[in-house]
Protein backbone atom coordinates (compact mmCIF):
# COMPACT_ATOMS: atom_id res chain seq x y z
CA UNK A 1 0.00 0.00 0.00
CA UNK A 2 1.46 3.78 -0.88
CA UNK A 3 0.44 6.16 1.27
CA UNK A 4 1.56 10.02 2.56
CA UNK A 5 4.19 9.28 4.99
CA UNK A 6 3.92 10.45 8.59
CA UNK A 7 6.09 11.63 11.25
CA UNK A 8 5.52 8.38 13.09
CA UNK A 9 7.47 7.06 9.70
CA UNK A 10 10.56 8.97 10.04
CA UNK A 11 12.85 6.59 11.87
CA UNK A 12 11.96 3.70 9.28
CA UNK A 13 12.48 6.60 6.74
CA UNK A 14 15.78 7.16 7.68
CA UNK A 15 17.10 3.34 8.11
CA UNK A 16 15.96 2.49 5.27
CA UNK A 17 17.43 5.37 3.61
CA UNK A 18 21.02 4.83 5.83
CA UNK A 19 21.00 0.72 5.09
CA UNK A 20 20.21 1.74 1.34
CA UNK A 21 23.50 4.45 1.16
CA UNK A 22 25.57 1.13 3.15
CA UNK A 23 24.30 -1.54 0.65
CA UNK A 24 24.54 0.38 -2.65
CA UNK A 25 27.35 3.17 -2.36
CA UNK A 26 29.59 0.64 -0.48
CA UNK A 27 31.97 0.50 -3.71
CA UNK A 28 31.28 4.32 -4.60
CA UNK A 29 31.83 6.52 -1.71
CA UNK A 30 34.67 6.39 0.92
CA UNK A 31 34.07 3.37 4.09
CA UNK A 32 34.90 5.33 6.47
CA UNK A 33 31.98 8.13 5.26
CA UNK A 34 29.27 4.83 4.55
CA UNK A 35 30.36 3.72 8.75
CA UNK A 36 29.89 7.09 9.80
CA UNK A 37 26.49 6.65 8.71
CA UNK A 38 23.87 5.77 11.51
CA UNK A 39 20.66 4.46 10.90
CA UNK A 40 19.02 6.03 14.15
CA UNK A 41 20.52 9.13 13.92
CA UNK A 42 18.05 11.44 16.36
CA UNK A 43 18.99 14.61 13.95
CA UNK A 44 18.27 12.82 10.47
CA UNK A 45 14.90 11.52 12.19
CA UNK A 46 14.19 15.23 12.75
CA UNK A 47 15.06 16.36 9.74
CA UNK A 48 12.91 13.99 7.97
CA UNK A 49 10.28 14.97 10.20
CA UNK A 50 10.23 18.50 9.38
CA UNK A 51 10.10 17.71 5.46
CA UNK A 52 7.61 14.54 6.01
CA UNK A 53 5.00 15.74 3.61
CA UNK A 54 7.24 15.60 0.84
CA UNK A 55 7.62 11.79 1.32
CA UNK A 56 5.35 8.91 0.40
CA UNK A 57 5.96 5.39 1.80
CA UNK A 58 5.23 2.15 0.77
CA UNK A 59 3.81 -0.61 3.74
CA UNK A 60 3.62 -4.25 3.43
CA UNK A 61 1.87 -5.65 6.37
CA UNK A 62 2.05 -2.77 8.10
CA UNK A 63 5.59 -1.90 7.69
CA UNK A 64 7.05 0.85 5.68
CA UNK A 65 9.76 -1.01 3.30
CA UNK A 66 9.89 1.81 1.08
CA UNK A 67 10.04 5.89 0.04
CA UNK A 68 9.93 8.23 -2.13
CA UNK A 69 10.84 11.87 -1.60
CA UNK A 70 9.65 14.17 -4.26
CA UNK A 71 8.68 18.12 -5.08
CA UNK A 72 9.82 21.13 -7.33
CA UNK A 73 13.44 19.88 -8.94
CA UNK A 74 16.68 21.32 -7.39
CA UNK A 75 18.76 21.40 -10.59
CA UNK A 76 17.75 24.39 -11.74
CA UNK A 77 15.33 23.46 -14.63
CA UNK A 78 12.71 25.31 -15.28
CA UNK A 79 9.26 25.43 -13.10
CA UNK A 80 7.79 23.02 -15.24
CA UNK A 81 10.19 20.47 -13.75
CA UNK A 82 9.07 17.93 -10.73
CA UNK A 83 11.82 15.83 -9.15
CA UNK A 84 12.08 12.81 -7.35
CA UNK A 85 14.60 13.15 -5.20
CA UNK A 86 15.34 9.61 -2.79
CA UNK A 87 13.89 6.38 -3.79
CA UNK A 88 14.78 3.81 -1.63
CA UNK A 89 13.79 0.32 -0.73
CA UNK A 90 14.67 -2.56 1.89
CA UNK A 91 16.70 -4.88 0.42
CA UNK A 92 14.60 -7.42 1.36
CA UNK A 93 11.90 -5.79 -0.68
CA UNK A 94 13.89 -5.32 -4.17
CA UNK A 95 12.47 -6.70 -6.93
CA UNK A 96 8.95 -6.97 -6.04
CA UNK A 97 8.08 -3.84 -8.38
CA UNK A 98 7.65 -1.55 -5.34
CA UNK A 99 10.03 0.75 -6.91
CA UNK A 100 8.18 1.19 -10.02
CA UNK A 101 4.73 1.61 -7.89
CA UNK A 102 6.05 4.07 -6.42
CA UNK A 103 7.58 6.22 -9.19
CA UNK A 104 4.29 5.40 -11.02
CA UNK A 105 2.27 7.18 -7.48
CA UNK A 106 4.43 10.22 -8.09
CA UNK A 107 4.16 10.80 -12.10
CA UNK A 108 0.21 10.93 -11.15
CA UNK A 109 0.30 13.07 -7.96
CA UNK A 110 2.79 15.57 -10.05
CA UNK A 111 1.31 15.44 -13.39
CA UNK A 112 -1.32 18.36 -12.48
CA UNK A 113 1.79 20.83 -11.38
CA UNK A 114 4.29 19.80 -13.63
CA UNK A 115 5.23 18.57 -17.64
CA UNK A 116 8.09 16.39 -16.74
CA UNK A 117 10.01 14.93 -13.75
CA UNK A 118 13.43 14.65 -13.23
CA UNK A 119 15.56 11.57 -11.52
CA UNK A 120 18.87 11.49 -10.79
CA UNK A 121 21.26 8.81 -9.79
CA UNK A 122 24.96 8.49 -9.87
CA UNK A 123 26.73 7.17 -12.81
CA UNK A 124 27.98 3.85 -11.36
CA UNK A 125 24.45 2.72 -9.40
CA UNK A 126 22.52 0.23 -11.09
CA UNK A 127 19.31 1.85 -10.78
CA UNK A 128 20.49 3.59 -14.09
CA UNK A 129 18.99 0.40 -15.47
CA UNK A 130 16.12 0.71 -13.50
CA UNK A 131 15.26 4.22 -14.63
CA UNK A 132 15.70 3.60 -18.50
CA UNK A 133 13.43 0.76 -18.23
CA UNK A 134 10.74 3.40 -16.62
CA UNK A 135 11.39 5.31 -19.75
CA UNK A 136 13.45 8.01 -18.46
CA UNK A 137 15.50 9.91 -21.58
CA UNK A 138 18.94 10.66 -20.26
CA UNK A 139 19.59 14.61 -20.67
CA UNK A 140 22.65 15.05 -18.98
CA UNK A 141 24.53 14.50 -16.18
CA UNK A 142 25.16 17.25 -12.74
CA UNK A 143 27.92 17.24 -10.30
CA UNK A 144 27.69 16.98 -6.44
CA UNK A 145 30.60 16.91 -3.84
CA UNK A 146 30.55 14.78 -0.76
CA UNK A 147 33.64 14.40 1.49
CA UNK A 148 36.11 16.70 -0.68
CA UNK A 149 35.30 14.23 -3.83
CA UNK A 150 32.80 15.15 -6.35
CA UNK A 151 30.78 12.58 -8.06
CA UNK A 152 28.60 12.74 -11.66
CA UNK A 153 25.00 11.30 -11.52
CA UNK A 154 22.82 10.76 -15.07
CA UNK A 155 19.57 12.70 -15.07
CA UNK A 156 16.47 11.12 -16.76
CA UNK A 157 13.38 13.17 -17.09
CA UNK A 158 10.15 11.76 -18.02
CA UNK A 159 7.12 13.84 -19.77
CA UNK A 160 3.77 13.68 -17.87
Not at 6 to 32: C, G
Request: charged residues 30%; proline residues 1%; aromatic residues 16%.
Amino acid sequence: MIREALEKDAERIVYINVMSWKNTYKHIFPQDFLDSLNPMSIDNIEKCKKKINQYIVYEVDNKVVGFARFGLNKKNYGNEYGEIHALYLDDNYKGMNIGTELVKYIFEKLKSTYKYVLISTLVENNANTFYKKLGGKFIGQSEFELEGKKYLENVYEYVL
